[in-house]
């Protein structure tokens, strides 16, 4: 049902005319290359086909200004995975504002969103739920305040296609939360 090719075909629908941008399949690392001599127009590469990936990396170039899309990956700051719990707790900081888009966009989707803490090897043991509920809080201010354009075009792509009714309601996000508790349980 989440097919990668059809995230492509409606990002590029939805933002290529006005963004000069285009969601790529990479083989690697996910990475933000913005047009140069080589490529004349801007790259969010995701890994490896993964639906998720390309969705988090939807909700980084969301996020990110005008200034910041002309730099490579965003300009941001970014440690890999093996961070100690200072390291993690900067991580979690930045990370809240792109992964409540991703939430909102997996929404959209009909898609299960999954928390990234994305510190496996590391020495810091992440609170993933209190992560999650940080992401929450953030998800509902960001529906009160009402979607940024570009997550809101995206979310009525994403809708459309995937026949999701609209608009968005913070009790959604509870449920799909409360879901996700009863099978880990």
């Known amino acids: 049902m989440h097919r990668y090719q059809d995230l492509i075909k409606l990002f590029d629908s939805t933002f290529y005319q006005t963004y000069n941008t285009r969601l790529i399949k990479g083989d690697e690392e996910p990475i933000y290359i913005p047009a140069n001599q080589t490529c004349?127009?801007?790259?969010?590469?995701?890994?490896?086909?993964?639906?998720?990936?390309?969705?988090?990396?939807?909700?980084?170039?969301?996020?990110?200004?005008?200034?910041?899309?002309?730099?490579?990956?965003?300009?941001?700051?970014?440690?890999?995975?093996?961070?100690?719990?200072?390291?993690?707790?900067?991580?979690?900081?930045?990370?809240?504002?792109?992964?409540?888009?991703?939430?909102?966009l997996s929404e959209a989707a009909q898609f299960n969103y999954r928390v990234s803490c994305d510190n496996l090897n590391g020495s810091a043991e992440p609170d993933r739920h209190a992560f999650r509920q940080k992401i929450r809080n953030e998800v509902a201010i960001i529906l009160e305040q009402g979607l940024p354009p570009r997550v809101a075009a995206l979310v009525d792509s994403l809708a459309k296609f995937y026949n999701t009714q609209l608009p968005l309601k913070i009790e959604q996000f509870a449920k799909q939360e409360s879901t996700m508790n009863s099978k880990a349980a």
Do not use: M, T
């Open 40 to 104: 004349d127009y801007n790259q969010i590469v995701f890994a490896h086909g993964y639906f998720a990936s390309g969705l988090h990396e939807i909700a980084h170039w969301c996020v990110a200004g005008k200034q910041r899309r002309q730099l490579e990956d965003y300009g941001y700051w970014y440690l890999p995975d093996g961070r100690d719990n200072q390291q993690q707790a900067d991580f979690e900081k930045v990370e809240i504002r792109p992964q409540a888009y991703e939430w909102i």
